[in-house]
Each structure stands twice: as C-alpha cells, then as structure tokens.
C-alpha cells in the first residue's frame, strides 16, 4: 500500500520541483500592471479654449468665457463607457493656465467665471460620476503655464506642486498623472506679453514632482514622454510602432526632449519598464470646433486605431472633446455608441470552445504547471513555458471540426518581462502540409492580429526568435464580422 502511495504521489512532488522562469530583464510594478488592465480610456479636452474656437489658449482669456450652462459629467460617462472604455482624464489645467477646479492658489479658475456663479467644479463633477459608474479617474496637468506670472521662475514649481496637491488629495483614487511635453514659449503671463524659454531637462525638477505624486496617490501611473511609468507613443496619428518594446532607458529622455522614433517601438535592450500610450483624438483637433462635427473618425478608422495601439501591447487613450454646452455632441456620442457595438462584436464569437487538444513542442520540465493547456484556462495567471534553453517552440491546437477564424489573440505573461521578438500564425492544409496566415513581431501585453477569413481544423502559433524562454500566458481565436 506504501509503494501504491509514492508511486502515485511521484508525478507531483516531480512537478512542483520544477524551478519558475526567472525574469527576462525589466519588468512592470503592480500600479502599471493594473493601469495595463484599464487598457482603453478617454480624453476630455475642456477650457477656456473651447468657447473662443481655439487649439491652444495664449493664456489671455477672461474667465467669464468658460460658461457650458449645460453640463453633464454623466453624460460623459455613460457614452464613454458603452464605448468599452474604462477611465476618463480631464485636462484639469491645459496650457491657458485655466483651471477647471476652484483652485485656492490662483484666481484664474472656475471660482471666478460666471458658470454657476463661481460654485462650480469640473473635477468634482466627473469624479463623481466616473465613480458612480465604475470608471477610473485621471488629471492631466499642463506643465506650461501661459497665464501664470511666475512660470519660469522657481516658484512657479511651488505653484505647479501645490496645484497636484489639490487634485490628487481631493477627488478620490486617481489611475493617472498625465505630463504633456509642450515647454515654454509665448504667452500673457500675468500681464507681460512675451516669450519664456526654460531648460526642460532641468526646469521642473521632476523627480521631486514625481515623489509628491508617489506619496498622494501612490497607485497612479505617471505619464510623460519618457515615463516615468507610461509613454507617448511618438505620435498623435492613432499607432505604435511595430516592433513594441516596453522597454526605454529613462535617463535619456525628458519632457519634449525625446527621439518619437524610439517612442514608437520602445528599445529592446532599455533598461526600464515604461510601456507605451497612444493617444488620438475623435476629431482632427483635440478642443471641440463647430467646423469638425462632420469630421468624426469612423467606425472603421478607431477599430484600425485599436488595432494598431491595443493590438500592439499599448493602452489607448481617445480624446473626445467637450461641447460650449458642457456636453459631448451628439455625432460623438453616435459614433462612440456604433464603435463600442463594432468593438464587442469583433471578440463576441470566441472560437476557444471548439478547441479538441492542445499540445507543445517542449514544456518546461514536462511539468503540468507549465503546459500547454495554460494558455487556454482562463486565467491570466497561469502560462505556458519552455525549458530555459529553448528560444524557439510552438503550439498546435486541434479543433472538434473545421472553423472559420480572422483574428488570433495572443498574451505574454509579462510579470517575468517581455520575451518574443517574432512569430507566426499557420494552419494545416488538407494535404497535411503547414501554410503560413501571418507573421508578427513583439507581443508583450497582447497582440492581435487581423487577417482575412481563412478555414481549418488545425493551427500552429510557432515563436520564432525570443530572447529567453517563451511564457504565453492567453492564446484566443476569434471570427468577427465584415464591417460594411
């Protein structure tokens, strides 16, 4: 009976000996892990900008000018989440210097326009409503200041600091700090009309600004062009590059001092986790103008923008702008409303139900903990992985009967860092023979790829170069609809 025991028993002790994948240089923190999972957020362009037909305040406007007799941060909301979105930032001070919150540093806010008498708050009210349904709330806080008589001077830092003091200790949790890159130049700046050059490298000590954000709201993810825990993609064009790497050397970039060519795909060899955000506007200007409401991006258009930033291991932030009314127009809340249908029709028909087998071509020492089936459990806590040594493998996945597939859905399991360098997507003809639907590049967060209808009964995903063991955590097939 003893023997019948340890014979049984044998298998699992042998399993649970085998060591985990050690990570593969840099890797995420938690508070990047969850902003990862937020994935798709909005924008909210809304200023003083907004009712003088403008991209960009010289920072000159009278506060009686911001008056949307109509606001509705629910409005907002609700439209952003039937859009799939999961959190909303709001330009809380754009480079007017105006603020949308009553702030006690400055006169140049709210508290000061005729827009509820001066009991109003714009931050509040979305807080409240982001919250109210389930939404995640982010601040965006321009670094320049065109109003401001002290830019430029060291106490305007005590001012800038003391402006994220108030936002980050009076809204509840914040997801993420949005640092834009623009830096000095002309503007009022309390009355003097001239041009202010400051050193952004050196300037805005963000380090100390940084520190301040880590002790209010230590969760947030702070954006900026090089990070520190997010960066811009390169562009506003809707895309990250193809490669994407996570990866950045921090200490060589800074607020508008950075190559977009190395935003765009990241650096392979970087020394820091810093993952990409793509940010695009609905419209072609980022504050709302009359003149674009017939000139709303299509449906098509934001799914290849999800495509090209979700679909390459990137999170998306789609600004849409607020009207004079305080309310997003209604060709906005149409479009968002048809591409949150679009969105969730592309992923409803999940083929993974008629998968009949999967199997690897190496399993980290043949142990359960690490097979093939990982990738299809459900569980983003789980993945499959191969011996240290083994850079190349691949999986090949049997389905009950033939299916018809056009998108393949993959994820790395990047708590141990970002691996693959290239892969590939075959099916198994009626010959027998292997025929190549498609070829990609990085993985990291997730990848998805579009391809036209293809039929078969057996598919192969093969990781063609890696730069340490492969660790796959979420492999899914799915056939979506033809947008007309």
């Known amino acids: 009976m003893k023997k019948f025991l340890l014979f049984i028993c044998f298998p699992i002790l042998l399993s649970a000996q085998v060591t985990p994948p050690k990570p593969c240089g840099p890797v995420p923190s938690q508070r990047q892990l969850a902003w990862r999972d937020i994935g798709f957020y909005a924008f909210v362009h809304f200023t003083t900008n907004t009712f003088r037909n403008v991209e960009w305040g010289y920072g000159d406007a009278s506060p009686n000018d911001f008056n949307p007799e109509k606001l509705n941060c629910e409005q907002w909301v609700k439209t952003f989440k039937s859009a799939g979105m999961k959190g909303v930032i709001i330009t809380a001070k754009h480079h007017d210097g105006f603020c949308l919150w009553p702030s006690k540093l400055t006169d140049y806010s709210v508290k000061n326009s005729k827009w509820r008498n001066g ?25 320049w200041d065109r109003h401001e008589e002290r830019y430029g001077t060291p106490a305007y830092l005590d001012y800038y600091r003391g402006q994220l003091h108030e ?13 834009d890159g623009a ?6 700046y309390g009355g003097k009309k001239e041009k202010r050059i400051i050193d952004s490298k050196t300037y805005y000590e963000w380090a100390v600004t940084d520190s301040l954000i880590r002790q209010l709201q230590p969760n947030a993810c702070i954006f900026g062009d090089g990070g520190p825990d997010a960066r811009w993609c390169g562009t506003e064009s809707g895309y990250v590059g193809d490669p994407n790497w996570c990866l950045i050397t921090k200490n060589n970039y800074a607020p508008g001092h950075a190559d977009p060519n190395n935003l765009q795909h990241g650096e392979e060899q970087g020394s820091d986790w810093v993952p990409a955000e793509v940010d ?10 009359d003149t674009e409401n017939d000139k709303i991006k299509t449906v098509q258009q934001l799914l290849d923008i999800f495509y090209n930033s979700i679909g390459r291991g990137s999170n998306l932030i789609l600004n849409v702008p607020a009207d004079k009314d305080g309310l997003l127009h209604a060709n906005d809340v149409e479009r968002l409303q048809e591409f949150g249908d679009a969105l969730q029709k592309e992923f409803q028909n999940n083929l993974n139900s008629q998968i009949a087998s999967v199997k690897a071509s190496n399993v980290r020492g043949n142990s359960r903990r690490y097979a093939a089936r990982k990738v299809i459990d459900a569980s ?5 992985a191969t011996n240290d040594r083994i850079h190349q493998a691949s999986l090949t996945f049997k389905f009950k009967k033939s299916i018809i597939l056009n998108r393949f859905y993959v994820r790395e399991y990047i708590q141990l860092g970002q691996r693959v360098k290239a892969f590939k ?40 170069d890696c730069k340490a063991c492969p660790v796959i955590s979420d492999i899914r097939f799915y056939c979506a609809p033809i947008i007309q």
Request: charged share 15%; aromatic share 14%.
């Open 167 to 179: 936002l980050l200790s009076n809204y509840g949790p914040i997801f993420e700090v949005w640092q």
């Open 380 to 384: 983003n806590n789980t993945y499959w």
């Open 425 to 464: 997507l075959e099916l198994q003809n009626a010959n027998g023979d292997w025929e190549q639907i498609a070829t990609a590049s990085t993985i990291g967060n997730k990848r998805i790829l579009r391809f036209n209808d293809i039929e078969t009964k057996t598919l192969r995903f093969t990781i063609t």
């Open 183 to 188: 830096n000095g130049g002309d503007g009022y």
């Open 280 to 289: 695009v506007s609905i419209r072609p200007g980022w504050f709302y103008h």
């Open 119 to 143: 009991q109003g708050d714009v931050v509040r009210e979305l807080s409240l409503a982001a919250h109210k349904y389930g939404l995640q709330m982010g601040v965006y806080l321009s670094p």
